[in-house]
Every structure is written in structure tokens, then in C-alpha cells.
């Protein structure tokens, strides 16, 4: 065992985020993605939320200050559906970046996981709940 090393990570997902270099991309993905067609790598964290993850993984990786460190799914045009847990990647967020979220149409995101370091199949029943975060420099 480690120290500080946030317990909901497994072995396998801290080696991935060891692995990633800087400007490499990692998926966390909702229950309702196609992670395994999609993904080129992926790991499992059944049975957890993504703000869960997202608060862990942030713990440990930087995220890119020269160009856009996180992108999430956009709604699909005429999906009147709320997103709340936008406002709770917002927090989570705001104190790792001044970068403002981006929003990609759900293919052009499919796209960019594709080329992806990993994606993370999560346990999340949230809709529109995927993120892509760019890793950054540790300094």
C-alpha cells in the first residue's frame, strides 16, 4: 500500500495515470458509453460515479496549461434533458484550471476518444457525464 494514493484508484488505473505523458488523454466515461468499441485501451471502475473519480484523479495529475485541458460531451441538439452534474465537474475542476470547459458534439467526442491514452468505464447513470481531461506538466 501507499500513502495518499486516493483509495477509489486501483493499481491498474494509477499505473495508467503514471504512464500518460504530458498532453495525453484520459476518457471517464458514463455507464451508457461505448467504452470497449471505442477506446484503444480501457480500464474499469465499476460501481463508481465519475465525480468520484474525477475528484481522485485530480488529486494526482496536472492538467495541461497550453491548451484546452477538459472537454465534455454536449448535449445532442433537442435533448431538453438538465445536465446537473455539469455544476459538480465545475467545482471539482475550478481549482486545477482558469480553463473554461469545452463542449464537443457527441461525435466529434467519440472522435477524441478514440485517440484517447485510456477510457475509464465508470459505474455513472448520469447522462451527458463524460469528460475528457488532457494531462499536463508536473512541476
Known amino acids: 500500500m501507499l500513502k495518499k494514493i486516493p483509495k477509489i484508484l486501483s493499481p491498474e488505473l494509477v499505473k495508467i495515470l503514471m504512464e500518460m505523458g504530458h498532453g495525453d488523454e484520459i476518457v471517464l466515461a458514463d455507464g451508457n458509453f461505448a467504452c470497449e468499441s471505442i477506446g484503444q485501451r480501457t480500464t474499469r471502475a465499476d460501481g463508481h460515479g465519475v465525480p468520484e473519480l474525477l475528484a481522485a484523479i485530480l488529486e494526482l495529475m496536472p492538467l495541461d496549461t497550453y491548451a484546452q485541458p477538459v472537454y465534455l460531451m454536449a448535449k445532442v441538439p433537442g435533448d431538453n434533458v438538465e445536465v446537473p452534474i455539469w455544476d459538480e465537474y465545475a467545482k471539482l475542476i ?26 475509464v468505464a465508470t459505474g455513472e447513470s448520469a447522462i ?8 499536463g506538466v508536473v512541476k
Not at 481549482?95 to 485510456?118: G, I
Not at 451527458?128 to 494531462?135: E, F, G, M, R, S
Request: glycine letters at 0%; one cysteine or more; a positive charge.
Open 94 to 119: 475550478a481549482p486545477h484550471t482558469d480553463a473554461k470547459v469545452e463542449f464537443l458534439e457527441r461525435f466529434e467526442f467519440y472522435e477524441r476518444a478514440k485517440k484517447a491514452y485510456c477510457v
Open 128 to 135: 451527458y457525464a463524460n469528460v475528457i481531461l488532457k494531462k
